[in-house]
């Protein structure tokens, strides 16, 4: 075996200690060791990065959870930080759900995510137009609410529309907006001016675009602008 063959066989042995056989001239002792150090250097960090579904899931589930996304996951990657969002695109794209498993797993995990993404953005607050360190999100299940008092089994009629934004002394901070505001938030996300939304979103509303209408749209404006979330384009 040569020894790019011997480096492949011992990553696919830590990756999958049941399934794969040991290499020779290794002990199972001594194997153990590595398999258990590379295990747990990588479920602290996606426990770390989401606790409060690491809190809600049971313990033999969350270990078979972390073995399935190390064997399975082909992360491209070497930064640590990065584990938590490998960890998410294998959630959402290979993750098989068992019995028991909580049915808003995957938003939860997106809302946890999310949090650490931000923190860590090299992006930074834009003189005018949207922040990109601000994102408009909805989700079916009350993400924010879920805990271990509280874990609901079937999603609310109304969505859950949330901002997340970092501000200007780098806190993640996180709001419940309206539908509305969500949908402007969406456009101004994408480029679009604030008068071109807001008259797209009255009529798509079946609202009058009165001056009563721009005036409660500019007090949102104010706000998000105070907070770093938007800033209107020069004169």
């Not at 250097?41 to 606790?51: D, H, M, T």
């Not at 290979?94 to 938003?107: H, K, R």
Request: net charge negative.
């Amino acid at each position: 075996m040569s020894g790019v063959e011997a480096q492949r066989a011992f990553a696919a042995r830590i990756r999958q200690p049941a399934q794969q056989p040991l290499l020779d001239g290794i002990s199972a002792e001594r194997m153990a060791v590595y398999e258990t150090l590379f295990f747990n250097n990588i479920e602290g960090f996606v426990s770390g990065a989401f606790p409060v579904l690491h809190r809600l899931i049971e313990a033999s589930r969350w270990q078979r959870l972390v073995r399935s996304f190390i064997a399975e996951q082909r992360c491209v990657s070497p930064y640590f930080l990065e584990i938590s969002q490998e960890f998410l695109a294998w959630l959402q794209q290979g993750y098989v759900a068992e019995a028991g498993d909580p049915p808003f797993i995957l938003e939860l995990a997106h809302y946890e995510w999310v949090e650490l993404a931000l923190d860590v953005s090299e992006a930074e607050l834009p003189e005018q137009g949207w922040s990109p360190l601000a994102w408009p999100l909805a989700y079916q299940w009350p993400v924010q609410q879920i805990g271990v008092d509280y874990q609901p089994v079937e999603p609310p009629a109304t969505a859950t529309c949330l901002l997340v934004w970092r501000d200007g002394q780098d806190k993640v901070r996180f709001m419940q907006i309206s539908p509305f505001a969500y949908q402007l938030a969406a456009r101004l996300q994408a480029g679009e001016a604030a008068e071109p939304a807001l008259l797209a979103l009255a009529q798509q509303h079946g609202l009058t675009a009165d001056s009563a209408y721009f005036n409660n749209a500019q007090n949102l404006l104010s706000e998000w602008q105070s907070q770093g979330i938007w800033q209107p384009p020069y004169d």
